[in-house]
Structure formats: C-alpha cells, structure tokens
C-alpha cells in the first residue's frame, strides 16, 4: 500500500510539474520580454518592452520564482554607462561597444539624422536637441525644460533597440565619418600643420568632454582659422573659453602663421543663436 501511494503521489506531483510549466509556456509567449540592465550614474533600472521597473525586487517580486528562472535564462544583457560634461544640457552614453570606426559624426538636427536609424530614433524621443556620434559613446543635448530623469530610459531603449536590430549606424556609408582634417594634396603647408595639430593634440581633448571640432578653412591673408564646435561643445557655456585660450593658443604657438580662431555655426545653431536673442 505505501508503494502505491508513493505511486499515486508522484503521478499527482508530475501533473501538477506538467500544469505549471504548461503555465509557465504560455506566460512567456504571450508577454515576451526582454531585459537590459542599465548602468547609470543617476538611475539603474530594468527595462523591458512593455515598462519599466523601479528596481531589482520590484520586478522579481512580481513574478513567480519558477518563471524568473526561466526568464534570467533567456534574457540578453547590456550595460550602457553614463557620464556628464561641462554642457549642463550634454550627456554622455557608453554602450560598451565601439561606435565610429574613424572620425566623429554630428546631427545638429532631426532633418540631418535622416541617415542614421539611431540618430533618427533619439530624435523622436520628446525633448531631444542635438546627437553627436564619437569613437565609443553618444553624447545627447536636450532641451532647457526637459529633464534627464525622463529621457535617460527612453534613450537608453533606443540605444538597447537599435544594437539588437542589427541596423547599420548609417545608411549611406560615404558619409559615415567626416574627413575635415583629412590631408589632401592641394592643401598648403600652414594648412596641413593646422589639421595635424586638430587631429592628433586638439579633437582628443575635445572628444573627452563628448563634444568635437570641424574644420572649415583657414584665411591665410587675415590667419584666421575656422572651427565649428560639435557635439556637448556646442552651445556650451564654456565654449568660447575652450576656443580662445585653448585651440586658438596652440595653434598660435605652433604655428605662427595663425592669428586667431573663430567659431562658424552652422544653420542650425544660426537658428538657435539666434532665437536666444529674441526671447
């Protein structure tokens, strides 16, 4: 008799094993989720399709113990770090992936991200002012009366979407990565010391505040060098002084031949400039 109700025991346990993890099937792939754990100087959190979770326990604590195991095991991971810059408005996202092979790549605005799927889908996001591209991070600039503590999960899930698309960063590789200070063979001299100088000792020191500089010529009868600030750089409060008494000095001092550094914006931050004028 105690054989036979062992036996009857294990015939009940193994329907009630069969009933849960037939439960436990049709959770998953009627809500599929997929989860990103965020490193953030500000706010980690979870993130899934369907919302977003507080914390850690909040989000184990409303599944059943059976079905956590089963998601942790199927869940993919991705950590993306945080880091501010001397632009109060610029923040700086690390994928933990390289991002530009060579160069840098900046969209002062929705109309020029039309290239990029990445770029294209931040700008979407509410509150987004510019998107900058650099060797292994994106730096966002947002506009004054949006807040950090909104945007951070809405771009953090663009960055998590766009890499598990498997989308190209550009659509159109030609234009991938400006070549300002690419050397050519019409290029004086003076010229092509100024683009060794922007390239090698200037655009890495920009590029770690998350921002970047572009050429855009050089007048050699007034010795006047054009930059435009790209990126956190632009629109920054410190921006001018980076551009006086940093590049401007250097190349001064290396190269005698240069007399001053100007700022030459583009249409947008023409625009933007200009509407900061009128308010």
Known sequence: MRGFGRLISRALLNQKTLELCREINTTCRSAPCRFIHVSSSTAPFLHSRRGGFSDFKTLKSSLHPEKWILLTAQRRTMSIQTQSTPNPSSLMFYPGKPVMDVGSADFPNARSAINSPLAKAIYEIDGINRVFFGSDFFTITKSDDASWKFLEPEIFAAIMDFYSSGEPLFLDSKTAAAKDTAISE??????????????????????DDGGDIEYRG????????????????????????????????????????????????????????LASQIE
Do not use: W
């Open 218 to 273: 050089f007048d050699e009868e007034t010795g006047i060098v054009k930059l435009t600030m790209q990126g956190a750089c632009s629109g920054c409060p410190s921006s001018s002084v980076t551009l006086k008494s940093g590049i401007e000095n250097m190349l001064m001092h290396y190269i005698p031949e240069v007399k001053a550094v100007e700022q030459e914006l583009d249409a947008g931050d023409e625009d933007a400039a």
């Open 186 to 207: 019409d290029d004086s001299d003076i010229v092509a010391m100024i683009k060794e100088l922007l390239e090698t000792r200037i655009r890495p020191a920009v590029q």
